[in-house]
Nanobody, 117 residues
Framework: QVQLVESGGGLVQAGGSLRLSCVASGSIFSIYALGWFRQAPGKQRELVASITSGVTTDYGDSVKGRFTISGDNAKNTVYLQMNSLKPEDTAVYYC???????????WGQGTQVTVSS
């Protein structure tokens, strides 16, 4: 089993920045990719960013150029640096992980990000 624990959410004004952290524990050897999803009220959960094998990154179109995902293998932690935040970035952000084969299987409890205008 893999446990993911997020931190770093909060309230920020539009144009500001936040950094989310996600610490992985348990059977971390089974993790091939880590990512961040978000879900706003009344909307579907969407992929924000992912990092595969600690190297290859991918971003949702709405956050390209503003968000950066990175990992620290020594700390079993993945980060999401969010800059130039917009009110539409308001959502619960979830850390997630998946094995080499298969879908996003492991989920954190989520952390709220609220961007005020």
């Amino acid at each position: 089993q893999v446990q993911l624990v997020e931190s770093g959410g909060g309230l920020v004004q539009a144009g500001g920045s936040l950094r989310l952290s996600c610490v992985a524990s348990g059977s971390i050897f089974s993790i091939y990719a880590l990512g961040w999803f978000r879900q706003a009220p009344g909307k579907q959960r969407e992929l924000v960013a992912s990092i595969t094998s600690g190297v290859t990154t991918d971003y949702g179109d709405s956050v390209k150029g503003r968000f950066t995902i990175s990992g620290d293998n020594a700390k079993n932690t993945v980060y999401l640096q969010m800059n130039s935040l917009k009110p539409e970035d308001t959502a619960v952000y979830y850390c997630t992980g998946r094995p080499r084969l298969g879908t996003w299987r492991y989920w954190g409890q989520g952390t709220q990000v609220t961007v005020s205008s």
